[in-house]
């Protein structure tokens, strides 16, 4: 079991990002696989952009061709001042957005060699494999809640068993209200301006409401995702909230928040959302954002980055950010303080 | 016991974020406690400068003092063009430098009102509280490798336990090798330009070293970190090389890329870091980065950043970035992937 937990990877499709900013604008040669779109349409186009594992060849835009203006050379003195405290309190990096396309990094995306993960996995005795399992997993859960995992499409075979434990035991509802504790203490530390443009912005799928019933029914992240199938449980409105999000959220109300729920889920999809929020609690928000036909197709990252920056482009001051998602909460206009939501069953990109 | 933990924060030092970004510059209200100071002297002259909880007041430079040119009313037609695949396969988001410092955040910091953090905390019941307090304790790891907590001191006092079991037993090491791993599987994928410039950058506390032979003796950090004790240790040039990093740093040599080592540590205390990287079995790099005269003081984040931009400006291409600090892999020139390594013992600011 063990050996099949180390070649877990193998069978599966874990895909890998490679960025070649500052490389010269060719086509990177594959390494036995082909390079994969970045920009497939979104198959799933009632919900969030999920990373497609189509084989089709990459095209990167012409912007994304273009040579990157060097960084590499500016004046020592000019850097020099322009360093201080970049960033720091941030959670999550903010991105501030230059307004020049030509400093945008190029992602790439390929497959990465079968079982090429596996060569620094410590050799596994016989005894206490469930234990070591158990541990294997809960590794691999942190280095995606860390961020440290290239996108991946399904939860790896033999963690199957540890996903459902943990998604349905008290671990994850722990960690949701230890993250809803920590907005709301720092929610409660912000002296708001006051002038009705302080935000607070929430993603919707397992951040305010939780898609769990439907999971429970599709292998906890075992199964490729099925846009299909998870429209029609999207449209029975019937997702409960997350109670530690329920009341955190209630808070950022209570203490004069807008809140805007920025959602991958699309406008054809809005009255179920709504009556599905309004239903379990969600009463009041400034504005629910959902993917617009032209949005269709986007990475998670760049259309939310594109929303949450119209939401600052109005004046709003986005103070808080919560999302289940790293594509959630990287990007443009991020936020103050980004908070990460627990997820192993998924992840979009 | 659980009482104790749902208060483990109250008697302790937590300290927040708050990013007045946009707000308009005059200082901001307190609650009940003082600002702290960002620039504090480092008083761990020869380490990673940590967080320092002095009470006085908060001066901001007059840079941070200005206010932030307007993001906020940008053609959306010129934000549009702008906002396509911002720092989508960044693991970390890449804060592209803009050599302005207007447009840097203004980050302050104070502490939070004792007890704040309670009251989402779901009541405990009497049975099963070693269980709950493992599980309470899990969360807060997990919150914090999410990089959702606040900048904090010490390990909250019930969850010394657990992060001793952590530490000392299998599941630090096995999410050392997963980390490790993912930062090898990444390498190996990308197609090097091959002329010398490809980089890779590394911390060494934690990241490469480990200093657990230290932190076994202070509590595994339960106790506030103290700089002189921690300087003697590193003086004896004792500290292991943690193996899945040794593995990745010979993978990373091999597939040609250059490594720079940044630490925190002091320039004085070079010789016995060389003495102590090269005994282990750290055996080349292009470059050893240490803190000199100019960069005591400076949060870990300000002078990392500015660290990697000087190699950046150099012209090598950071391809990856390796740290156990949030503060290792936020800010500006954070290369194309970073990875985050696990660490409960302690958080630089």
């Known amino acids: 079991m063990i050996q099949r937990w180390m070649r877990a990877k193998e069978g599966e499709s874990y895909f890998r990002a490679k960025d070649k900013t500052r490389v010269p604008p060719t086509p990177p040669p ?12 979104a198959k799933n186009h009632g919900r969030k952009t999920r990373f497609s594992g189509d084989s089709s060849p990459l095209h990167p835009s012409p912007s994304q061709q273009k040579t990157l203006p060097s960084l590499q050379n500016p004046r020592p003195s000019a850097m020099k001042s322009s360093f201080i405290l970049l960033f720091v309190f941030s959670t999550i990096a903010v991105a501030h957005q230059t307004l020049d396309p030509l400093v945008l990094p190029r992602p790439l995306i390929l497959e990465y060699p079968s079982g090429d993960d596996q060569i620094f996995q410590t050799p596994i005795s016989n005894v206490g494999r469930d234990e070591e399992v158990h541990l294997r997993c809960a590794s691999w859960r942190f280095a995606g809640e860390a961020n440290n995992l290239a996108p991946w499409k399904t939860v790896p075979a033999d963690c ?100 805007f729920l920025l959602t991958g889920r699309s406008e054809g999809q809005k009255i179920v959302t709504v009556e599905n929020l309004k239903k379990v609690g969600f009463q009041d928000w400034e504005k ?30 986005i103070l808080g950010n919560s999302g289940d998602q790293w594509s959630d909460l990287l990007g443009s206009s991020t936020g103050n303080r980004s908070f990460k939501l627990p997820n192993p069953m998924y992840y979009i990109l």
Chains 1, 2 share one sequence.
Do not use: C
């Open 30 to 41: 594959l390494r036995r696989r082909p390079v994969l779109p970045l920009f497939t349409k």
């Open 160 to 259: 199957g068993a540890y996903v459902k434990d943990y998604m349905t035991g008290k671990a994850y509802r722990f960690d949701l209200e230890m993250v809803a504790d920590e907005a709301a203490a720092y929610a409660r530390s912000i002296s708001l301006v006051g002038d009705g443009m302080d935000a607070w912005v929430f993603d919707v799928d397992e951040t305010l409401l939780s898609n769990l019933p439907y999971y429970a029914d599709h292998g906890y992240g075992l199964e490729v995702f099925n846009s299909h199938e998870f429209d029609k449980w999207v449209d029975k409105a019937m997702a409960p909230a997350i109670q530690s999000s329920l009341k955190l959220y209630e808070e950022i109300l209570r203490l004069g928040f807008k809140i």
């Open 288 to 317: 629910l954002i959902l993917r617009g036909v032209n949005d269709h197709g986007k990475l998670a990252t760049t259309y939310k980055s594109e929303k949450r920056s119209e939401i600052t482009a109005e004046g709003y001051r």
